[in-house]
């Protein structure tokens, strides 16, 4: 049995593949009263727009659950099958009155998503069934299911597996189309890989964070929906929801297919009001919606450190972890007595070598990790282990009612001096940032030109 089954937390349906949590529309404003129509008024468009239009017909959208995409099906089936994977992820925690709202999105999400597997089609992009079923496969895995097995319990909840298939498909099809489309005409210039590397030297020892990011494209006209939908997705994020799950299900940048990963920038590296969110927010917190041009960003931090150089977290640690079971129903003063009898033990047999023995004398039980890093632990252990010297313990931790348990350093082999940064990977990060903004422009364009029959 391995340290990290100590801590592990159980992993939820969305945090892969699968979509997420719910999104919901907000709701329409009723129309304005009828009245003489006024001249036009002053846009950041060039819309000729009234400031009071009057409505010469009936103002109802009729909103239906299925559509036709340049000619290709979207179901009903394949919305409720792609609404029970949303479902699923939220723990089927998902309010009545928002089932209508959050279907609009997911049929909105197939249409991009049908938009994306015709592009690629259309330049002769294929993905094979066998290289779908791989993917598929190997995602069963990651819930130790085999593929079968992870299609009944699909099908269990309402879904299937060609829901999720469809999805794969859909970003297997839009990453290639990408690399073939616009990456060949991506260019990072050498002065360019060079001012990076020179304002990283410069910022030696200052502060980097990992962030994640869900972005939403709106236009002055939609941004008040957009904002009403970005702060319906923080507040399922902030009870719980999956953020990668988010990213990948409504993320309109192009690392919605990593759960929105940007991988460890500087704050500088950041649009401004980006840059103030992550210096301000803790690690593992998400922020409240930001304005940037075009569209709203959330983000996520999960991780910080010092640029360029080596973190203590990334020490290699041994660790023993001798643990007391308390029986249900043991009374409160034996409970403490147990307690204090670990205490000594653990304080007592002189490091790591003695544990077996003091462990056996009070009953307890000993498990022994050599490759964990402090990063691994959780959060509130990872200061505690950082000031420990080898052969001392904690304090203990744990539950009066089921367990307590003590962590003994047995070993640390510090991480090594950071290496110079890699050209490369500036490269590679300058030229990501190009084709995110490319790919939106693309998936607009590919919108703006459809013939989308809704039925």
């Known amino acids: ?27 329409a404003a009723p129309p304005p009263p009828r009245t003489a129509a006024a001249p ?19 103002t109802d959208v009729i909103r239906k659950a299925t559509a036709i995409v340049n000619g ?117 210039s050498e002065e360019e890989v060079k ?27 939609t941004a008040p929906q957009a904002r009403a939908n970005a702060d319906r997705i923080v507040q399922q994020l902030r009870a719980g929801g999956s953020f990668l799950a988010y990213a990948r299900q409504f993320s309109e940048a192009s690392t919605a297919a990593v759960g929105g990963d940007l991988g460890w920038v ?74 204090q009898d670990l205490v000594r033990a653990t304080q007592s047999m002189g490091g790591c070598g003695g544990a077996e023995a003091a462990a056996a004398a009070i009953k307890a039980e000993v498990v022994s990790n050599d490759q964990v890093k402090i990063r691994d632990l959780p959060t509130a252990l990872q200061p505690v282990i950082l000031g420990l010297q080898v052969g001392q313990p904690t304090s203990p931790f744990g539950s009066l009612q089921e367990r307590v348990s003590v962590l003994v350093l047995c070993g640390r082999d510090d991480p090594p001096p950071v290496a110079e940064v890699s050209a490369e990977r500036i490269r590679e990060g300058l030229s990501e940032e190009r084709i995110n903004m490319r790919a939106r422009r693309y998936l607009r364009d590919l919108r703006r030109d459809a013939v989308v029959d809704y039925r």
């Not at 391995?2 to 999104?23: D, E, N």
């Not at 950041?270 to 210096?279: F, G």
């Open 1 to 27: 049995m391995k340290l990290g089954t100590f801590y592990r937390s159980a992993l939820a349906l969305a945090g892969g593949c699968i979509a997420a949590a719910a999104l919901a529309q907000a709701a």
């Open 40 to 58: 036009p008024a002053p846009s950041g468009t060039n819309l000729q727009l009234p400031t009071n239009p009057v409505f010469l017909g009936d």
């Open 72 to 188: 290709t099906v979207i179901t009903g089936t394949d919305v409720d099958q792609r609404l029970a994977l949303i479902v699923l992820a939220n723990g089927g925690q998902v309010p009545q009155e928002e089932m209508t709202r959050l279907r609009e999105q997911v049929l909105r999400n197939l249409v991009d998503e049908t938009l994306q597997i015709q592009a690629a089609e259309q330049h002769d992009i294929k993905v094979e069934p066998r290289e779908v079923d791989a993917y598929y496969a190997r995602y069963a895995q990651s819930f130790g299911q085999s593929a079968q097995q992870f299609s009944a319990y699909l099908r269990s909840h309402g879904s299937s597996a060609e829901s999720v298939k469809r999805q794969i498909h859909g970003e297997m099809s839009w990453q290639r189309l990408l690399r073939n489309r616009i990456e060949p005409f991506v260019n990072v």
């Open 195 to 221: 001012s990076v590397i020179d304002r990283l030297t410069a910022s030696k020892g200052t502060q980097e964070y990992k962030v994640s990011e869900i972005f939403l494209s709106a236009t002055p006209e």
């Open 266 to 339: 500087r704050a500088e590296q950041l649009p401004d009001p980006l840059a103030a969110a992550v210096r301000q927010i803790p690690v593992g917190a998400v922020t409240d919606p930001i304005a940037i041009p075009g569209g709203f960003s959330i983000l996520a931090v999960t991780d910080t450190r010092q640029i360029l150089t080596a973190d203590p977290r990334d020490a290699q640690l041994s660790l023993k972890q001798i643990t007391i079971t308390i029986a249900p129903n043991t009374p409160r003063p034996q409970v403490e007595q147990r307690v």
